[in-house]
């Protein structure tokens, strides 16, 4: 049995679940994974009539994402494997967002919200993403650079009007986002996927600080 999280979605969860001979069951939720990534997976084993322990793979979302959600759920998984004692796989985060379209154009763009007026991007061409074009930057310059190509994701969205000046039409998903995240674990368990560790691509908001200011006694 196969459980795939992915935790790289600025305040988005999603959890999918995979038997043999059955069917993914899924959510995606808005909510952050430290408020909900243990409750839906223990409630899509329940709905399955199973348990932690029939669980024979754990597959992980590296990324790109925002800092903190991302290692969160990276953490998770590594704590789940390692006490199930079985084999852990990533894949990237935007691979699975890109799986939400099917049929899929022959070259599109997948970008994710980043913050700072910015996104987590990737170019797809006949389904694969293309690991040498991850990258994190100004939305404006990835519509500049992906000029006419439609786009999907949430970061398409939110600055959609520098994609729609740029000629990306919006891409709507078609299959449900848990549905398209088992598919590329699936895949990723097949393919030996990627190291799971994270693709962070830049560095946290909060830093250590430099300076400190003597305290009287």
């Given at each position: 049995?196969?459980?795939?999280?992915?935790?790289?979605?600025?305040n988005?969860?999603?959890?999918?679940l995979?038997?043999?001979?059955s069917?993914?069951r899924?959510?995606?939720?808005?909510?952050?994974p430290?408020?909900?990534?243990?409750?839906?997976?223990?409630?899509?084993?329940?709905?399955?009539?199973?348990?932690?322990?029939d669980?024979?793979?754990?597959?992980?979302?590296?990324?790109p994402?925002p800092?903190?959600?991302?290692?969160?759920?990276?953490a998770?998984?590594?704590?789940?494997?390692?006490?199930?004692?079985?084999?852990?796989?990533?894949?990237?985060?935007?691979?699975?967002?890109?799986?939400?379209?099917?049929?899929?154009?022959?070259?599109?763009?997948?970008?994710?919200d980043?913050?700072?007026?910015?996104?987590?991007?990737?170019?797809?061409?006949?389904?694969?993403?293309?690991?040498e074009?991850?990258?994190?930057?100004?939305?404006?310059?990835?519509?500049?650079?992906?000029?006419?190509?439609?786009?999907?994701?949430?970061?398409?969205?939110?600055?959609?009007?520098?994609?729609?000046?740029?000629?990306?039409?919006?891409?709507?998903?078609?299959?449900d986002?848990?549905?398209?995240?088992?598919?590329?674990?699936?895949?990723?368990t097949?393919?030996g996927?990627?190291?799971?560790?994270?693709?962070?691509l830049?560095?946290?908001?909060a830093?250590?600080?430099?300076?400190?200011?003597?305290?009287?006694?």
């Amino acid at each position: 049995m196969l459980l795939a999280l992915d935790t790289a979605g600025v305040n988005r969860t999603t959890v999918a679940l995979l038997a043999p001979g059955s069917p993914a069951r899924g959510r995606s939720v808005a909510m952050s994974p430290a408020e909900c990534l243990v409750p839906l997976t223990q409630e899509l084993l329940r709905e399955a009539g199973a348990e932690m322990a029939d669980l024979s793979t754990v597959a992980v979302g590296v990324g790109p994402g925002p800092y903190t959600g991302l290692r969160i759920g990276l953490a998770h998984a590594h704590a789940l494997a390692h006490a199930l004692s079985v084999p852990l796989v990533g894949f990237s985060s935007l691979a699975a967002v890109a799986a939400t379209i099917d049929p899929a154009p022959a070259r599109f763009v997948v970008a994710t919200d980043a913050r700072r007026k910015e996104v987590f991007s990737a170019l797809i061409i006949d389904g694969v993403l293309q690991m040498e074009t991850v990258t994190v930057s100004p939305a404006r310059d990835v519509a500049e650079a992906y000029r006419s190509l439609p786009v999907i994701g949430d970061g398409g969205q939110r600055y959609r009007e520098v994609f729609d000046a740029a000629g990306c039409a919006q891409l709507q998903p078609t299959v449900d986002e848990a549905v398209a995240l088992a598919v590329i674990a699936v895949r990723a368990t097949a393919d030996g996927g990627l190291a799971p560790f994270p693709a962070y691509l830049r560095e946290p908001d909060a830093v250590a600080a430099s300076d400190f200011k003597p305290v009287a006694p």
